[in-house]
């Protein structure tokens, strides 16, 4: 059973920072990939970042420059360090976990940018 636990949302001003993490735990294979999505009021779900388990990672185009996602493999978690927010950054972001045994997501953590 893999879980998947995040944390670290919140209000935050524009042009603030913010650190989202992500503790997995539970059967993970070693070959897999860890990504964030996130998903506003009124839309889909949208890739933000991902990074494998050899460290490699890809940031989307719209946050690219402002977020930043690495991994404490010790930890098994996954962090998210977004800078320079702005309001259309406001969404529920969740973080995901596709092994060679599924796909998994966790909860969702909240995020606002708002003055």
């Known amino acids: 059973q893999v879980q998947l636990v995040e944390s670290g949302g919140g209000l935050v001003q524009p042009g603030g920072s913010l650190r989202v993490s992500c503790a997995a735990s539970?059967?993970?294979?070693?070959?897999?990939?860890m990504g964030w999505y996130r998903q506003a009021p009124g839309k889909q779900r949208e890739l933000v970042a991902t990074i494998t388990s050899g460290g490699s990672t890809n940031i989307v185009g719209s946050v690219k420059g402002r977020f930043t996602i690495s991994r404490d493999n010790a930890k098994n978690t996954v962090y998210l360090q977004m800078n320079s927010l702005k309001p259309e950054d406001t969404a529920v972001y969740y973080c995901?976990?596709?092994?060679?045994?599924?796909?998994?997501w966790g909860q969702g953590t909240q995020v606002t940018v708002s003055s």
């Open positions: 995901n976990l596709v092994t060679t045994r599924g796909n998994y």
């Open positions: 539970g059967s993970i294979s070693s070959i897999h990939v």
